[in-house]
């Protein structure tokens, strides 16, 4: 496992809402990014962002430690949830606030 992949391992394992996105939960630097956000953000759920944009690096390795071409990707208890459009398809479903729940993730009520 090369420095970076253990580094995200680390945070993906070490939170249980990690989100990897461009820009800050505060000041999102892409549409898809700000979307995720709004869902979490909407649902209450406590997560780390962690920007890629600070870090080539980063933004590289969490492609290849998912497998998953785009970013943002969401993490919930060390499992890969999906970028936007699922994270999105979820929300509005009522599954991911239900993943949230049955993971034991605290989320304010809608």
Known sequence: MSGITALIDNEVKNNDVVLFMKGT????????????VQVLDYIGV?????NVLASDEIRQGIKEYSNWPTIPQL???GEFIGGCDIVREMFQAGELQALLTEKGIATKAA
């Not at 939960?25 to 995720?36: I, L, T």
């Not at 406590?46 to 962690?50: A, E, L, M, N």
């Open 75 to 77: 993490y919930v208890k």
């Open 25 to 36: 939960p505060d000041f999102p630097q892409c549409g898809f990014s700000g979307q995720v």
């Open 46 to 50: 406590d997560y780390k962002g962690i």
